[in-house]
């Protein structure tokens, strides 16, 4: 199951921001070992240099035979890898930590309604039914990209006003541009107006929670409780199994990490940053993705992963791969 940034629809969405990435075999000794997304990056005299964020993704071979393949893309420019996981090919092809690892909630979606709330924790499911006894009206529809969005914008005001980091204004328009079945929103009115919202982004089995936003009567009333697990509900009956919530940051925002535990969610610590030295190579040429006739964003802003969004942290240099037709097949499930 690829996270979102190994995902063809990550790749279209860099495409459309004019950005290039590709997919890349891994290969080791004529063995297909698997397949990596690498976005390029402009580095300034550095040249254009290659990030893979959240891989390598190895179906297969030995730790030597692995290693031999991240050496062999080097020769693609690639110099720095955002880990999915701790692995010993790493270090063995040449690759030194720089970051450790950050750690992510992931929320199973199998089994049926009642088994997804008992995973809840006590606490979070109280604050359930507390949502569910307030009177709210649930919507969902997709989203399909369509700038100065209600949802984003009240996010954006909030983010402003709070002084937090969130992702990057231009992904859910690049996302739901890209795929427009791909992005799926729910919120919750009270009295006729919005008073919490969430975005999804569904790929493959995996589904990715984007963004949210909850104004005074949502957090009183816990709407956003509500709306994750009506989302959770409705991504796990369409055949999505696991639900990617985002990085969990107890000490920065302990109160977000603790509704992502107490909703059920596993945490799982990545493989950290690592760079291959000498940081160097012959700058890459390489075609950039077809953008959209209007810009979506300053390209210049850093697309940070959906791991970490502060600007000054390292981690902000993750992205993923372009959209591929081998792929395509794997997400006619949309409804």
Not at 10 to 17: P, S
Not at 37 to 65: K, N, S
Not at 79 to 91: C, G, S, V, W
Not at 290 to 296: G, N, Y
């Amino acid at each position: 199951m690829l996270p979102l940034q190994q995902h063809p629809l990550y790749g279209k969405a860099v495409g459309l921001m004019g950005r290039h990435s590709e997919i890349v075999p891994l290969c080791a000794n004529g063995a297909d070992l698997g397949e990596a997304q690498i976005v390029w990056r402009d580095m300034g005299p550095l040249g254009i240099q290659g990030l893979l964020p959240r891989g390598p993704q190895f179906e297969a071979g030995t730790p030597d035979q692995q290693a031999e393949a991240l050496r062999s893309l080097s020769g693609h420019g690639l110099r720095m890898i955002e880990a999915e996981a701790p692995h010993p090919a790493l270090r063995a092809a040449g690759y030194v930590q720089v970051l450790t690892p950050a750690h992510m909630a992931e929320l199973p979606l199998d089994g049926t309604k009642a088994d997804r709330r008992a995973r809840a924790h006590p606490k979070w499911r109280a604050s359930l039914r507390k949502a569910e006894a307030a009177g709210l009206k649930l919507r969902t529809q997709p989203y399909r990209g369509q700038p100065g969005h209600w949802l984003l914008d009240r996010e954006a005001a909030a983010r402003k006003t709070k002084g937090y980091h969130g992702l990057p204004a231009v992904l859910p328009l690049a996302l739901g541009q890209a795929d427009p079945n791909a992005l799926r929103m729910f919120w919750a009115e009270k009295a006729g107006e919005p008073v919490a919202g969430m975005l999804f982004v569904r790929h493959g089995q995996v589904a990715t929670y984007l963004t949210g936003w909850t104004g005074q009567d949502g957090r009183n009333c816990c709407a956003h409780h509500l709306l994750m697990m009506t989302a959770a509900d409705w991504l796990a009956a369409r055949g999505h199994r696991r639900l990617d919530m985002g990085q969990v940051d107890t000490r920065a925002a302990s109160g977000l990490a603790r509704f992502k535990i107490g909703s059920g969610a596993a945490v799982r610590a990545l493989g950290g940053s690592w760079l291959r030295l000498p940081f160097c190579g012959r700058p890459r040429k390489v075609h950039t993705g077809k953008a959209m006739s209007k810009p979506l964003n300053p390209l210049d802003t850093p697309f940070s992963s959906l791991a970490a969004h502060d600007k000054n942290d390292p981690r902000t240099l993750r992205k993923p791969r372009p959209a591929d037709d081998r792929a395509a097949a794997n997400d006619r499930s949309r409804s």
